[in-house]
């Protein structure tokens, strides 16, 4: 039986119960679980090292939205 998730929201999000965030959760140290929260059902999993080095690219600017 799979433990139920327990879903953060980014503190970036609008608050409240809106459906504007990224939310994440673990149950393991080495799975992580994220999923937008208007399609809460599509969820993608990955280890600590990659998600942090998308943080890192984010912050640092070295990712850019792509072109309209």
Not at 29 to 43: C, G, K, N, V, W
Request: proline share 9%; net charge negative; aromatic share 2%.
């Amino acid at each position: 039986m799979n433990p139920a998730l327990h879903w953060q929201k980014s503190s970036f999000s609008e608050g409240g119960d809106g459906n504007t965030c990224v939310e994440l959760a673990a149950i393991e140290a080495e799975l992580i679980h994220l999923r937008e929260s208007d399609t809460p059902a599509t969820r993608l999993t990955t280890t600590p090292t990659p998600l942090t080095q998308l943080i890192l690219g984010i912050k640092s600017g070295r990712l850019s939205s792509p072109p309209a």
